[in-house]
């Protein structure tokens, strides 16, 4: 039998695809670490920036140099929008774009050689319907990951997404159950679900669910204690959307909503659908309706045309915002996207000059939020052990937290209380 290792770039829903088809190809072949060696290694890439790119070239290359006669296989959303440039790459052996990785074990071959790579990368525009692959574990031991919607129609001017991942399409109803009673019937206590575009899980099917609906029905499954949701853009959160997550006691106090910029000049030019007074609205009312919630937000800086002005408006929107972290993204380029013929292009060292403001913005905030429940006792799932030999876990908010306790606790729902806020991290006492 031989022995397939995985290497995946990128975000969470290309993590879920590694997964899946890890389990795809499990009974025909011994799944194994890249420490190992293995006889064929699949790189599942990413192409949200430049970065990601690079990366995913650097990932293909260093494993043809250091696994000479391997066969090689590259998938995922960098091999979906150049699989020419992967062909020029010698020693890869196959090519899979975003789709055809659904269906990966036929195309493998045995993991046979080939003199020239096998291109199978269509159209990802033809794709309308939602190709299930299952996943029934995952490598934490107490959440996981399932994916319930792929593709995105928003065009936002600087992303590349709609173009590698096609039209918006939801997992079927059913399927989406059937795969969450599986995992916690494998001992997983908390869900993340993930999408590209979660918000818009439904409004394809004929069966007039929406996802209020469907995590009012998750929510029932027996022995599941929490439901996370990955991500959230600021148009699908509707006042129905937010009622049931605020109702539903399985749901996590946690809603990661992308911002992107505090400037409605810069919003505009992004092709984002609302402005910072309609962003503002939301999230005062999901805090309303939510106490204690984690508001987390993406930034992204060095916008074309995104003067000192607009960044200083960006600033001081997300600092009277109080979200609990910020994840800072530079803008990078994506050829064939709208943002490339817009001028005002930033100088990289005004950009990475400003991405410090925010991280450390962003840090203070998130002090500044984890020591709101100083003294209050919080329910911690517990991941893992840490090099300390303290136990780590996250409560439903999205705070971690390090305690003493006993390995048996390992995926279990503990309550602890909050004694120290340390910069970068919150110590806590089993209560």
């Known amino acids: 039998m031989k022995s397939v290792a995985f290497h995946t770039l990128g975000c969470k829903v290309n993590q879920y695809d590694t997964q899946a088809m890890i389990e795809a190809l499990a009974k025909d072949y011994r799944i194994v670490s890249s420490e190992e060696g293995a006889d064929i290694y699949i790189i599942n890439t990413c192409t949200v920036t430049n970065r990601a790119d690079q990366k995913s070239r650097q990932q293909i290359r260093?494993?043809?140099?250091?696994?000479?006669?391997?066969?090689?296989?590259?998938?995922?959303?960098?091999?979906?929008?150049?699989?020419?440039?992967?062909?020029?790459?010698?020693g890869v052996d196959l090519i899979l774009g975003s789709q055809e990785k659904n269906r990966i074990a036929p195309f493998?071959?045995?993991?046979?050689?080939?003199?020239?790579?096998?291109?199978?990368?269509?159209?990802?525009?033809?794709y309308s319907r939602y190709d299930t692959l299952s996943v029934s574990k995952h490598r934490s031991h107490s959440r996981a990951f399932v994916k319930i919607q792929d593709g995105c129609q928003n065009y936002c001017s600087y992303c590349i997404i709609p173009y590698v991942r096609g039209k918006e399409r939801s997992r079927p109803f059913k399927d989406t159950l059937e795969e969450v009673?599986?995992?916690?019937?494998?001992?997983?206590?908390?869900?993340?679900?993930?999408?590209?575009?979660?918000?818009?899980?439904?409004?394809?099917?004929?069966?007039?669910?929406?996802?209020?609906?469907l995590l009012e029905k998750v929510s029932e499954i027996e022995d599941l204690k929490r439901i996370r949701l990955s991500s959230l853009e600021p148009r699908d959160l509707n006042e129905d959307l937010i009622d049931r997550i605020a109702q539903l006691p399985r749901v996590c106090r946690h809603l990661h909503v992308p911002l992107q910029s505090g400037d409605d000049q810069t919003l505009k030019a992004m092709n984002?659908?609302?402005?910072?007074?309609?962003?503002?609205?939301?999230?005062?009312?999901?805090?309303?309706?939510?106490?204690?919630?984690?508001?987390?937000?993406?930034?992204?800086?060095?916008?074309?045309?995104?003067?000192?002005?607009?960044?200083?408006?960006?600033?001081?929107?997300?600092?009277?915002?109080?979200?609990?972290?910020?994840?800072?993204?530079?803008?990078?380029?994506?050829?064939?996207?709208?943002a490339t013929q817009l001028k005002g292009k930033v100088r990289e060292q005004e950009i990475k000059k400003r991405s410090r403001r925010l991280l450390e913005l962003s840090s203070k905030m998130q002090e500044g939020f984890n020591r709101s429940f100083l003294g209050e006792t919080l329910e911690v799932l517990v991941e893992r052990r840490k090099e300390n030999d303290c136990l780590t876990g996250l409560t439903d908010n999205y705070i971690r937290v390090i305690f003493d306790g006993p390995e048996n606790l390992v995926n279990k729902i503990v309550k602890v209380k909050i004694t120290q806020i340390k910069k970068g991290y919150v110590i806590g006492k089993l209560h």
Request: glycine share 8%.
């Open 62 to 90: 260093n494993i043809i140099r250091e696994n000479p006669g391997a066969f090689v296989a590259v998938t995922g959303c960098y091999a979906q929008r150049f699989p020419q440039k992967i062909a020029e790459i010698q």
């Open 108 to 126: 493998l071959n045995g993991g046979e050689k080939n003199s020239r790579p096998e291109v199978f990368v269509e159209n990802i525009d033809s």
């Open 181 to 213: 009673r599986e995992l916690v019937r494998n001992g997983y206590k908390e869900i993340v679900l993930t999408g590209i575009r979660l918000g818009s899980w439904g409004e394809d099917l004929s069966n007039g669910l929406t996802l209020a609906a």
């Open 272 to 338: 984002r659908p609302y402005d910072t007074f309609y962003y503002q609205d939301l999230i005062e009312s999901i805090r309303e309706k939510m106490e204690g919630v984690a508001i987390t937000t993406d930034i992204m800086v060095g916008f074309p045309g995104e003067v000192k002005k607009e960044f200083e408006n960006t600033y001081n929107f997300v600092k009277k915002m109080k979200f609990a972290k910020m994840h800072i993204f530079r803008y990078s380029p994506r050829p064939g996207t709208p």
